[in-house]
């Protein structure tokens, strides 16, 4: 057992001595609150060796890559089988290895001695390398890299693997908008819809799409088997998109109102980007039709887009934010916008925060409602991802126990933890910004901060 108290062990640098005294140490023999503890600072150290994987890596694959030897060798050939076979992996598992651990130790200073002190995880500095690569590729200007690598690192304190990628990808955005138009439009010529067979009367449909597209099917498809489910229904078959007597819709095409210096680099339209334009429409029209059923906190399922009025006018181009995707184009954020119903946030100038919507028993009033799924979007538990429509508009203080039905005491919560926070042990602390504190039955604070109404939730 060590002579340390855990508390001590986790509060210490990552490195040699502090993991001898952990590896002497039984978890089984702390109490459950140092059980906690004990897991966080082996996260600490396997941070800090993964820092030294990455100079290992590099120290075998070298710091830059091999030339291609032709037919018979691709770059990095050797080093990527010889990583490979020892460690296990996959070769093209191997050599994304090799790109981010040169990612980092030549370009990412920062972000290597945050890992290393354990202040992130590997999975968070994996993302941070793989999303600045484009960058780098690019020629970045240095005192934006470090601006992005730094800004990265400070997020990924409170957030996910995931939740920092998108941080990343949305500076990026907003550094080269104009570049990021481009990049976009030529990204979505490549949307198309495959059919595959699959064994035991099976098929595969594969659906690339733009952002907007693919949220659309997969709100519909979400939608559906909801309602299915409320009903009772365990097996459904396709039904008809139109009623008798109803005329088609004209297909969208993301592709038709596109600014000149866009729609020069575009080639014109295939039957696999027509299929994939259709299959998004026909998910569109049952989403009209059904916008009377099932509800989502008083309102239909919907496409909820965030642009600041200079964009929405022509008078910037700065990217729009798609609910539960992220950063989308100008250009096609305004096209999304033409034919939109808009509701007026007002935030923070500072920080961004929703500080007022518009306009107290126990079911808030529609007004309310809004507010608190427009300032959330998501389930306000640490790190879950369970988007607004899907959630409970949760009392923090419950209102038997004097809590008011106010912006101040209501927020978003899945089921699951919402059930955690009534019946699991988990006390909840919530502020008028959104920001909120979590205790766990272990007494472990988690805090939630405010979500921009102008960032990815």
Request: aromatic share 6%; glycine share 6%; hydrophobic share 40%.
């Amino acid at each position: 057992m060590s002579t340390q108290p855990i508390r001590d062990l986790l509060e210490h640098s990552p490195g040699i001595a502090v993991l001898v005294e952990l590896v002497a140490i039984d978890p089984n023999t702390l109490d459950a609150a140092e059980r906690v503890d004990y897991l966080a600072a082996l996260e600490r150290q396997s941070g800090w060796l993964q820092a030294l994987m990455q100079v290992a890596i590099v120290a075998v694959a070298g710091n830059e890559p091999t030339p291609d030897r032709g037919k018979y060798s691709d770059v990095d050939d050797p080093q990527r089988e010889e990583i490979a076979s020892t460690l296990n992996l996959a070769p093209v598992t191997a050599q994304s290895r090799i790109d981010v651990a040169r990612v980092l130790t030549q370009h990412l200073p920062a972000t290597c001695a945050a890992l290393a002190n354990g202040e992130i995880s590997s999975a968070q500095a994996t993302v941070i390398a793989k999303e600045s690569t484009t960058l780098l590729r690019r020629g970045i200007d240095p005192d934006q890299l470090k601006y992005l690598e730094n800004t990265a690192i400070a997020f990924a304190e409170f957030h996910t693997p995931a939740q920092v990628a998108n941080k990343v990808r949305s500076i990026v955005a907003k550094m080269e908008p104009a570049e990021f138009e481009v990049k976009a439009a030529q990204a979505a010529q490549a949307r198309r819809v495959t059919l595959t067979p699959q064994p035991n009367g099976m098929a595969q449909i594969l659906a690339l799409l733009p952002a907007a597209e693919a949220q659309t099917v997969w709100l519909a498809i979400d939608k559906l088997a909801r309602a299915n489910r409320e009903r009772g229904v365990a097996n459904f078959g396709p039904s008809s998109a139109n009623s008798p007597g109803e005329h088609s819709k004209e297909i969208y095409s993301p592709a038709t109102h596109l600014p000149e210096f866009i729609s020069a680099n575009i080639e014109p339209l295939t039957l696999d980007q027509l299929r994939a334009d259709a299959l998004a429409a026909i998910a569109e029209r049952f989403l009209a039709l059904s916008s009377d059923e099932n509800l989502a906190h008083g309102r239909p399922v919907t496409l909820n887009l965030t642009l600041d009025l200079p964009t929405l006018l022509g008078l910037n181009e700065n990217p729009g934010i798609l609910a539960g995707y992220g950063e989308i184009p100008a250009s096609a954020a305004r096209l999304l916008a033409s034919d939109a119903k808009w509701r007026r946030f007002i935030t923070d100038p500072l920080t961004g925060n929703l500080l007022d919507y518009g306009r107290t028993s126990y079911d808030p009033p529609q007004a309310l409602v809004d507010f608190v799924v427009a300032r959330d979007r998501r389930c306000r538990f640490p790190g879950c991802r369970q988007p607004a429509r899907v959630c409970d508009i949760d009392h923090a203080i419950a209102w038997e126990e004097g809590g008011k039905t106010s912006k101040e005491n209501l927020g978003l919560l899945c089921r699951r933890h919402h059930r955690m926070k009534t019946h699991g042990g988990w006390n909840l602390i919530s502020f008028e910004d959104g920001s909120c504190e979590w205790t766990s039955p272990e007494g472990k604070v988690f805090r939630v901060q405010a979500r921009r109404i102008d960032e990815v939730a």
